[in-house]
């Protein structure tokens, strides 16, 4: 079976964006692939933290994987600190990756931005550690929303590397993006991706949003005066929210266009809002209930981590032999 690997930072609370773009995604890969779903919690530090809602977040995630319909007995799903070869492997890979690159990134460019003048070091190295976390297991293939393409571009590179100066030891991984939901843009800024770090929260819905605020956020989600359904870049907002329904319902935009044909933006946007409201509503429900069983939640993250654990640290041996460490036995 090819290996997948994917991951979620706690670094706020989900969005319908990482939600479509990623989660809904994994569901549909599971039977097919020896998967790794985790929460990265060492990612989610890159920027700043409050300890408790980092907590809370982290079981909150998983509990979000698991409420989405990923079976724990069929895939792996673990806490990225709970595996300490990807803090390791990525110092290793640290010393294979250049300055230049990581300086490139367009999400640290962002990201750096706003943090002002304190930007940590840990911010420009984020893609090293997303290096370690996929190419510790071998992956094939990485599903994840566009915004995720060049950081997977420079894992590729960093493995080509090690693999040049050496001989092979990391599999090359491929990029996953699905074609519908790669993208699911900001609702107040549409040419904005919908992030769940956004500071003005009518941009994006979250997966727990309650259903009266879904049908006030996509009520209030900014259009355009031309009043008609089209998929077009000239319409960014009436292009995203179809985009949603379309990815939603399993239908095309273009069959979307044809059915609001002559039908204003209200019953339209009621009808997004009522797709989001009812693809979301049973998964809240079923997160609530988890939340409470910490046992469960425990004994799914500590059997993942310990799978994990074997499988990362047959790859960190042969990275550390082949850079020329002596092995301790
Ligand atoms: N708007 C989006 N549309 C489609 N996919 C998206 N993803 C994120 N935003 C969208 C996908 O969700 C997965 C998890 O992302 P992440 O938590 O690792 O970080 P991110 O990509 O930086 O997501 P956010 O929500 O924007 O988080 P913050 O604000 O903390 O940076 C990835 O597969 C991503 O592609």
Known sequence: ????????????????????????????????????????????????????????????????????????????????????QHSEAAWLLNCFTYMGELSRMTQFKDKS??????????????????????????TDLVPVGKDQKQHLELTRDIAER?????????????????????KIMDLQEPSKKMSKSADNPNGFILIMDPPDVIKKKINRAVTDS?????????????????????????????????????KGYAEFKNDVAEAIIGELSPIQEKVKELITNK?????????????????ANKTLRKMKKKIGFIPEE
């Open 162 to 182: 090690f693999n040049g100066i050496y001989s092979p030891t990391f599999t090359i991984p491929e990029p996953y993006i699905p074609e519908a939901g790669a």
């Open 226 to 262: 031309l009043g008609i359904v089209k998929y077009t870049d000239d319409q960014p907002g009436v292009k995203n929210l179809i985009n949603i329904l379309s990815v939603i319902k399993g239908i095309t935009p273009m069959e979307i266009e044809n059915y609001y044909q002559g």
């Open 113 to 138: 931005a706003k943090s002002g003048s304190s930007v940590a070091a840990g911010l420009l190295n984020y893609p090293v550690l997303m290096a370690a976390d996929i190419l510790l297991y071998g």
């Open 295 to 311: 046992e469960y939640l425990q004994s799914i993250y500590k059997s993942g981590a310990e799978k994990a654990r074997y499988v």
């Open 1 to 84: 079976k090819k290996v997948i690997f994917s991951g979620i930072q706690p670094s706020g609370d989900l969005t319908l964006g990482n939600y479509l773009g990623a989660i809904k995604n994994w569901v549909k890969l599971q039977d097919e692939y020896d998967c790794y779903f985790c929460v990265v919690d060492l990612h989610a530090i890159t920027v700043k933290q409050e300890p408790k809602d980092l907590r809370r977040r982290t079981l909150e995630l998983l509990s979000i994987y698991i409420a989405s319909g990923i079976v724990p007995e069929k895939n792996t799903m673990f806490i990225q600190s709970h595996v300490p």
